[in-house]
């Protein structure tokens, strides 16, 4: 990509802006690992889960793309006895996002859902998560994320 050619911000590079948030916007298709920027691999990106909680509602998980969700592990940190994945056709109208752009930093500032974050991200200076549009990401440090979002970090991956 030119360096002319400058991508207008998502609405959630936005709000991390006004909230002077260090972050970098990317522009990235995670399922292409041929297409992934140099030093970036896939591990280094996050997925945001959204499933409903038998007595909480809605509850967001956030892992890297290559590891799977438990979601007993999910259930147990977020005070629910079983979780599961929010159907595909209930997914935009429950978190405003269509399946692939779901974001901890939309979700948060719209619907206040609690959020969980594997701690494995705490290994790390800097994750990628999706920036509310399919194919935008960001590239930002998990602790500061967490802070924003207000989330925990949790054991969320399958072992």
Same mark, same amino acid.
């Given at each position: 990509m ?11 590079? #936005?709000?991390?802006?006004? *909230?002077? %948030?260090?972050h970098e916007?990317? /522009?990235?298709? $995670? ?5 992934? &920027?140099e030093?970036v =691999?896939?591990s ?7 499933? %409903?909680? @038998?007595?909480?509602? &809605?509850?967001?998980?956030?892992l890297?793309l290559?590891?799977?969700? /438990?979601?007993k592990k999910l ?11 929010? &159907?595909?056709? @209930?997914?935009?109208k429950?978190?405003?996002y %269509?399946?692939? $752009? =779901?974001? &901890?930093?939309g979700?948060? #500032? =719209?619907?206040?859902?609690?959020i969980?974050?594997? =701690?494995?991200?705490?290994? #790390?200076?800097?994750?990628?998560? /999706? $920036?509310?549009?399919?194919?935008? /990401?960001i590239?930002?440090n998990? #602790? ?7 989330a925990?970090? *949790? ?5």
């Amino acid at each position: 990509m030119s360096k002319k050619h400058k991508l207008k911000k998502t609405l959630v590079e #936005q709000i991390l802006d006004k *909230a002077k %948030i260090e972050h970098e916007g990317l /522009s990235i298709n $995670a399922l292409e690992e041929n297409t992934l &920027p140099e030093g970036v =691999n896939r591990s280094d990106i996050y997925k945001t889960l959204a499933l %409903i909680g @038998d007595k909480t509602g &809605p509850v967001i998980g956030i892992l890297p793309l290559t590891e799977h969700l /438990s979601e007993k592990k999910l259930a147990r940190v977020s005070g629910n006895k079983k979780v599961s994945m929010i &159907p595909q056709k @209930d997914l935009q109208k429950t978190t405003g996002y %269509i399946h692939g $752009a =779901n974001n &901890p930093v939309g979700i948060w #500032q =719209n619907k206040k859902f609690p959020i969980f974050i594997d =701690n494995i991200a705490l290994e #790390q200076d800097w994750i990628i998560c /999706s $920036a509310g549009e399919l194919g935008r /990401s960001i590239k930002i440090n998990a #602790q500061t994320l967490a802070d924003f979002v207000h989330a925990d970090f *949790a054991e969320l991956r399958e072992k």
